[in-house]
């Protein structure tokens, strides 16, 4: 379809007229909706929203959307607000200004939208109305009734050739439709209808028949069966006219056809001789962890018969090789624990195995628990306003098999003490793993570590004929470089600290070594370091338990450390200055003040935005580290003269170890 795709999304909560009583489900509604419509991964809609307007605003942007439309246009128009009858029974939608005794002056007739709808050019418009009908929201609406008013009579069909027109309502002429679970409910969440959509589209669950496009019946289906599911007294209503499927929005839900294994692997398989069908078996096996899915469950779909119908020690070792591609999650339980009423605390549900083991979809046993596909898992959102305990099941089903997640927690009033920032996962106990292993790039990076270290023992001696002269001369300042490489070649081989700790202090040490400063053989060292933080790396890279990101500054600790590192640059270049004010002479040296204060001024702004925290804290504790090293290295810059105070090395030594305080400080916190 060449045509634009354009959504205009009507939402009326408050209302000036004291008969109406004020609704909070279409803000939600309006907000979700549009969420949804523009978002490109699922539909292509160009979205506007009206919200709280007067019926003038609404009639007009109406009239403009149907006027402004070409054939091949698709118009989506989504009303969400009282419906109101008159004394002849005709069907009114309410706008902010409406006064229930003058609804034709102050209210957009459906009739009208009806007009509108027919002199549009475009043959695909779907019209979606979660009202109330009949004004039942408000037993205070000074209209009389005159019998029903069904919503589907203002919007009977015809003048279309039989095509492009469709309305979809959240319930019939006699029904509420429902805000959320009952009528008066002070928390804004969509309506029961709204959201039913939402979910069919965001989550792909409308796509019946799983060809990865979600059709305009496929969606009502999904609507009448999920609104009466949640809600039995309210039903919703179609009417219908389009030649051929109108496709609203893309689906993950795409079946995957089995690729034929080669006829020389079938006939194998077959094979009277067991070691040839055995020889098959790991074939099979191998091609079950392909990256093509088709080619995943044709092998899936033989190692099934052969698992159910050889012989013993060929079945066992069939069944033994498709249990590699079982859906599987790391997780049986996200416990969210204590939950703040108000908050929308999201977590994780990560799968595990190869590419079809994770090709599954998501389904969640309550409208409070949101689930979002992205990869190998989906985010886990809930949306929760009721005080108390909640238990939640998310349906994980795939090409081989369905498990089921739980997801439990209690909603308080106030925030728990010690916020827990994501759900402490249980392991299934049939998909337990080992200890991780060693990677070969967590020793390289700890050997290289310890290297550097023993390194800069002969230097400190080779810089000082005698012990005297190693404090004269500076010997010391590579003292605490190499205790700060030990302790993170150290953490490098822990098992509780070589994915955090030991990477995050690593690089963040290695970030102040790599200025170029010193003797060749402290550059030498450097390059171990450095070389070290790259192999870490690789190691955290490799490892898809978690990944490196950055975000916003969280707490008070992250504050303090950008303060500290603020601290300590400024102090450098106050020194750079005094430096370049003693003698011209001093510019090489006043320009690696300059260089250390821009590095660690960098290091750590990183350190505060690195995510994982923990990754970010260790991150922090080197660049601290890498910092008291540089900052000592530099007083031998000073030169001894009266003109020179110092200050600036005094304020940026003083900084930096505050910057280590308020480290340690972060990561006592988080052990506890």
């Known amino acids: 379809m060449t045509g634009e795709r354009r959504a205009l999304i009507i939402a009326n909560g408050e209302y000036d007229n004291a008969g109406l009583s004020a609704l909070r489900s279409p803000a939600a509604d309006a907000e979700a909706l549009a969420e949804v419509l523009a978002d490109r991964a699922v539909s292509e809609f160009d979205v506007q929203v009206v919200r709280d307007e007067t019926a003038h605003v609404i009639a007009g942007r109406v009239e403009d959307l149907f006027a402004d439309s070409a054939p091949d246009d698709v118009l989506l128009v989504h009303f969400s607000c009282h419906g109101l009858k008159s004394e002849s029974g005709e069907l009114f939608f309410a706008a902010r200004n409406t006064r229930p005794e003058r609804l ?79 009528l008066a409910d002070g928390h804004a969440r969509p309506s029961v209808f709204t959201s039913a959509l939402v979910e069919g589209l965001r989550t792909g669950d409308a796509d019946r028949d799983e060809d990865g496009w979600i059709a305009l019946g496929e969606l009502y289906d999904y609507l009448f069966d999920s609104v009466r599911e949640r809600n039995p007294n309210q039903t919703p209503s179609r009417d219908i006219e389009m030649q051929g499927e109108l496709y609203l929005a893309r689906s993950r839900r795409r079946r995957i056809k089995p690729s034929p294994v080669p006829a020389d692997l079938r006939a194998a ?47 066992e070792a069939a069944d033994l090789a498709r249990r590699e591609a079982r859906v599987r999650a790391e997780a049986a339980v996200v416990r969210f624990g204590e939950v703040a009423r108000g908050t929308r605390p999201v977590a994780r549900v990560r799968l595990a195995g190869p590419p079809i083991a994770r090709a599954c979809h998501f389904t969640s046993s309550h409208s409070w628990l949101r689930v979002t596909e992205d990869g190998d898992g989906a985010e886990v959102a809930l949306e929760l306003s009721e005080l108390g305990a909640f238990d939640g099941r998310i349906t994980v089903t795939g090409p081989t098999g369905e498990i089921v997640v739980r997801v439990e927690g209690q909603v308080v009033a106030e925030p728990a003490p010690t916020p827990v920032s994501r759900p402490e996962p249980v392991p299934l106990v049939e998909t337990v793993a080992p200890p991780p292993k060693f990677e070969p790039f967590d020793i390289a990076a700890s050997v290289l570590a310890f290297v550097a270290a023993v390194y800069l023992v002969p230097i400190g001696f080779a810089l000082s004929d005698s012990m005297e002269e190693f404090f004269e001369d500076g010997g010391w300042t590579v003292v605490p470089l190499g205790v700060f490489a030990t302790v993170a070649g150290i953490l490098m081989l822990l098992p509780k600290t070589r994915r955090m700790a030991g990477p995050g202090a690593l690089c963040g040490l290695a970030l102040l070594s790599a200025i170029p400063f010193g003797s060749a053989l402290l550059v030498l060292t450097d390059g171990c370091l450095l070389a070290g933080a790259v192999c870490a790396l690789i190691a955290v890279r490799r490892d898809r338990s978690f990944r490196l990101g950055l975000g916003k500054p969280r707490d008070g600790f992250a504050i303090a450390a950008l303060a500290a590192g603020a601290g300590c640059a400024a102090g450098l270049v106050a020194e750079a200055v005094e430096l370049l004010g003693y003698s011209s002479s001093r510019a090489d040296e006043a320009a690696i003040y300059l260089v250390v204060s821009v590095v660690l001024l960098i290091g750590t702004l990183l350190g505060a935005l690195l995510r994982p925290a923990a990754f970010g804290v260790a991150f922090l504790g080197g660049v601290a580290g890498g910092g008291i090293v540089m900052v000592s290295i530099l007083v031998h810059a000073i030169p001894s003269s009266s003109s020179v105070t110092g200050a600036g090395w005094g304020i940026a030594l003083g900084a930096v170890l505050a910057l280590a305080v308020v480290t340690g400080f972060a990561a006592r916190r988080m052990e506890s």
């Open 104 to 182: 034709a002056s102050t209210a957009v007739p459906a009739d009208f939208v009806q007009r509108c709808l027919r002199m549009s050019r475009s043959r695909s418009i779907v019209l979606l109305l979660d009202c109330c009908y009949g004004g039942a929201f408000s037993q205070g609406v000074a209209v009389r009734a005159t019998g029903e008013a069904n919503v589907l009579d203002a919007f009977p069909g015809g003048g279309f050739g039989g095509r492009g027109r469709a309305v979809i309502t959240a319930s019939n002429s006699i029904e509420y439709a429902f805000e959320g679970d009952h």
């Open 269 to 315: 398989s077959e094979d009277p001789n067991m070691f040839t069908r055995l020889g098959a078996v790991t074939e099979l096996q191998r091609r079950l962890t392909s990256e093509n899915l088709s080619v995943a469950i044709g092998a899936h779909e033989v190692l099934t018969t052969m698992a159910q119908t050889d012989i013993r020690h060929i079945a």
